[in-house]
């Protein structure tokens, strides 16, 4: 006898009460195949060459943004669904139906395979890498590896890293410390082309480029025409006295231009020596300013050459050549018995300086090509002669790191710097900008005048102006 109330078997034999429950329709899901590189090519980008009605390189099919094979039926089996919203009414319909791959005709089931969107290989194909469970005939695969964003959380056209890249296209990973050469070449090229860094010149104080030319050529001429008259009138009225009263001024003048190359650079060190220091607190824009006080690191530190003095703002390294009566000249204008520079490596940056009369701090903008004159005491870090040439293998490496020879030469290296925690003196024009209080380049030369009492002649000073003694001797201030 039949019971009122329905019921059905489940598959393991039990009977409960109920309808059977209908089998409900899955849910479709899209996929999308990699598309390879193009390379700018319109032939080779598919839907894009169809705008302009250009045909596609392979011309037998055109290409999806999926794979459909066959019309599957709503009660079917799916392996996968095609993307779309609402029932589709015929297999035509379905056909002409935008999908998200490629169509192929066939009957059957669905069968759609879901590829990923990730990186390529080396051939143009889809990286093949499958995580988690695989179910209903779909294979699920990840859409490559999930980019790393920078700590700025601000996403660049640019890789994260930079530097070499290994065969596969990823950062070449450099671990443990570089050899000294290695690391040498890198510090040598990063302060080469850092804008942060300005290279200068050899010693900014040279006598004649101080003295006006004209009146240096007009001195000259003055005196030929001298020795000329005299020569004549001893010649004529066996008188000597206008050659001989020439010969005395032209003594006398060739012993003052003697002098000043001598003495110019230390008359010019006791002319900033005496400038007054100024007091930041009360130093106006604009205004010139002599400020004395302890140097902090900016953002860009510096590294001696020979002696590896890490965190400073200045370094000096020059390497002198003594010539003698057959030796090689250091440089095309080495006369000899002379000491003449071989090589000189000078650089500077931005960095900060704490007043000591009121307590402030200023950046000085000596980086980035800025104009600067310094007067950095150098130290003699070694003397090499031919007898002793191979007895410092750190000169030695410093010699071959820079390509220079030391074949029987005498050689004298010095090195001057400025490094954290020194005092300097450093003149400039104050400019305040946003609470920001700079000492930078003036817009004209600054004159020592003439010192009438030392016999010495006016020198420029062009730029910021740096003073410091020899930095081996003091002991710097922690900072």
Not at 167 to 189: E, F, N
């Amino acid at each position: 006898m039949g019971s009122r109330f329905p019921s059905h078997q489940l598959s393991n034999g039990l009977y409960v009460s109920g309808r059977p429950e209908q089998p409900k329709e899955r849910a479709p899901t899209m996929g999308s195949t990699a598309m390879p590189y193009t390379g700018g090519d319109i032939k080779k980008s598919g839907e894009l060459g169809k705008m302009f009605d250009i045909p596609s390189m392979d011309g037998s099919k055109s290409r999806k943004s999926g794979q459909l094979t066959g019309a599957p039926s709503r009660t079917g089996s799916f392996g996968g669904a095609a993307s779309h919203s609402g029932p589709i009414p015929n297999a035509a319909a379905r056909s002409i139906y935008t999908t998200s791959g490629p169509v192929n005709s066939g009957t059957g089931s669905a069968s759609m395979k879901k590829t990923n969107s990730g990186p390529l290989n080396k051939h143009g194909e889809p990286l093949k890498k499958s995580s988690g469970p695989q179910s209903g005939g779909v294979t699920r695969q990840n859409s490559g590896q999930i980019p790393v964003l920078p700590t700025t959380g601000l996403i660049t056209s640019g890789p994260i890293s930079s530097g070499p890249l290994n065969s596969s296209g990823a950062p070449r990973k450099v671990s443990g410390p570089l050899d000294s050469m290695g690391s040498m070449k890198l510090q040598g090229s990063a302060i080469v082309h850092n804008q942060a860094v300005t290279t200068l010149g050899q010693d900014d104080y040279s006598f004649r480029k101080n003295f006006p030319k004209t009146i240096l050529w007009s001195v000259i001429l003055i005196f030929v025409m001298g020795f000329i008259a005299g020569g004549f009138i001893l010649g004529a009225v066996h008188n000597p006295i206008l050659l001989a009263v020439v010969a005395i001024l032209f003594a006398g003048v060739a012993a003052l231009f003697t002098w000043n190359t001598c003495w110019g650079r230390k008359a010019t060190t006791n002319f900033i020596a005496r400038y007054p220091d100024a007091e930041l607190r009360t130093a106006k824009n604009g205004q010139y300013v002599k400020v004395s006080g302890v140097v902090t690191c900016g953002n860009v530190p510096l590294e001696s050459s020979f002696r590896r003095v890490p965190r400073c703002v200045y370094t000096s390294t020059s390497l002198y050549e003594y010539r003698g009566w057959d030796s090689k000249p250091a440089n095309p204008t080495h006369r000899r018995f002379t000491w003449g520079l071989r090589s000189s490596e000078r650089h500077v940056v931005d960095f900060y300086i704490s007043d000591f009369q009121s307590g402030l701090r200023a950046l000085v903008k000596t980086g980035y090509g800025t104009k600067v004159t310094p007067y950095v005491d150098e130290s003699v870090i070694i003397d090499v002669n031919p007898a002793n040439k191979d007895m410092s293998p750190e000169f030695v490496r410093w010699l071959a790191e820079r390509n220079l020879s030391s074949d029987d030469r005498t050689m004298r290296l010095k090195e001057g710097y400025i490094k954290e925690g020194s005092t300097v003196s450093v003149m400039g024009v104050v400019q305040r900008n946003d609470n920001v209080l700079m000492i930078v380049p003036p817009p004209e030369p600054l004159t020592t005048g003439c010192q009438w009492s030392s016999c010495i002649f006016p020198a420029s000073l062009d730029g910021v102006v740096l003073r410091c003694e020899d930095s081996s001797k003091n002991d710097a201030i922690p900072v």
